[in-house]
Nanobody, 116 residues
Framework: QVQLVESGGGLVQAGGSLRLSCATSGSFFSIYNMGWYRQAPGKQRDVVAGILNKGATYYADSVKGRFTISRDTATNTVYLQMNSLEPEDTAVYYC??????????WGKGTLVTVSS
């Protein structure tokens, strides 16, 4: 069972910043491209950003220019730097392989709340 442990969420005012972290096992991290996803209340889980093993990145249109995904191969950690946060960014954020695919196992996520 792969462990995905997200952290770094919290309450922030609109316009503020947060940095999310995702720790996972070395084998999982080295095999898969990694991504961040989010699920707002009453909505489906959507992809936010992805990073390929060779470094190429993908961003959802709604976060382009505001969020940055990165990975640290030394610590098997994936980060999501979130700037210029908006109330619409309020959600539980998850990391997983990218794309996650059907039947993927998910961690507990980390809650991000952006107040207006």
């Amino acid at each position: 069972q792969v462990q995905l442990v997200e952290s770094g969420g919290g309450l922030v005012q609109a316009g503020g910043s947060l940095r999310l972290s995702c720790a996972t096992s070395g084998s999982f991290f080295s095999i898969y491209n990694m991504g961040w996803y989010r699920q707002a209340p009453g909505k489906q889980r959507d992809v936010v950003a992805g990073i390929l093993n060779k470094g190429a990145t993908y961003y959802a249109d709604s976060v382009k220019g505001r969020f940055t995904i990165s990975r640290d191969t030394a610590t098997n950690t994936v980060y999501l730097q979130m700037n210029s946060l908006e109330p619409e960014d309020t959600a539980v954020y998850y990391c997983n392989k990218f794309p996650a695919g059907r039947g993927a196992s998910w961690g507990k996520g980390t809650l991000v709340t952006v107040s207006s």
